[in-house]
């Protein structure tokens, strides 16, 4: 049975990927080798191509539940085999089309997504879903739901580096804000969806903070300038496109420089 396939939902997730050779450093560190001295960063010039992907993955979760929010409906085709609402069945069709985008040239060819970070909304708390050593969450036999421990925000950061850690909390951090002040029922899909819509957007905007930093620090050509661009209604930092991020990356091995 699905883990959302119950009455009443109480858990949201950010889902990141889990990629097999660029990121795995970053996204499968086991707890117990990790020393927070040894906590990973991704400062350097070299790591914008995985923070931009990261970006890019993040943009189409946004997009895919956004378009929930603005014209589709999750109705289950008549060969569906699936269980579950239409909350599940949204669900299901998102993380489907995100395992698509992952294993395509746009996505970076491979890798499958898994939820990171988790907002019990019973008491509006974090929650860290428990890992196997295949880098996918593990499922409690007993509840066929996956499994959660309690979330330390020290020994999370201590595992990941900023920018990454700093987007995740800021997608999670705006469900709990949606938990405390705005708490609707979420096996509804549309205000599943909406609630997505928001947090994602929160995490991208502190992702794209870090790399406009980033980029500027690495004398990305404009990004001394106060460049801004509009989404919606609100005003964000210019990031480097893909085909940028793979110039500076090329540029970096032949030249060295901020490594």
């Known amino acids: ?22 990121v795995a450093g970053v996204l499968s560190l086991p707890a117990e080798t990790v020393a927070k001295k040894n906590a990973p960063t991704c400062n350097r010039c070299k790591d914008l191509p995985m923070l931009e992907q990261q970006l890019n993955q993040q943009q189409y979760l946004h997009d895919q539940f956004n378009d929930y929010v603005t014209y589709k409906v999750p109705t289950r085709p008549a060969n569906y085999s699936g269980e579950g609402s239409s909350l599940d069945y949204m669900i299901a069709s998102v993380l489907a089309a995100f395992n698509a985008y992952l294993n395509s040239p746009a996505g970076g060819g491979g890798g499958s997504g898994a939820a990171e970070l988790g907002t019990d909304f019973d008491n509006c708390k974090l929650v860290l879903y428990v890992k196997g050593k295949d880098g996918k969450n593990v499922i409690d036999p007993k509840t066929k739901k996956e499994k959660t421990i309690p979330f330390n925000e020290a020994d999370y950061r201590s595992k990941n580096c900023k920018p990454i850690a700093d987007y995740l909390l800021a997608h999670e951090n705006q469900h709990v804000a949606d938990c ?37 620090e690495c004398h990305w050509q404009g990004s001394n300038r106060n460049t801004k661009r509009m989404e919606g209604d609100v005003e964000v930092d210019v990031v480097p496109t893909p085909d940028e991020i793979k110039n500076l990356a090329n540029a970096v091995k032949k ?3 901020r490594k």
Do not use: C, E, F, H
């Open 1 to 22: 049975m699905s883990p959302w396939a119950y009455p009443r939902v109480t858990r949201r997730r950010v889902w990141r990927p889990v990629l097999a050779v660029m």
């Open 255 to 257: 030249k060295g420089g």
């Open 180 to 216: 405390k002040s705005d708490k609707k029922d979420l096996s509804a899909w549309q205000n599943y969806a909406a609630y997505d819509v928001r947090a994602y957007a929160a995490g991208i905007a502190s992702l794209r903070k870090n790399i406009a930093a980033l980029a500027k």
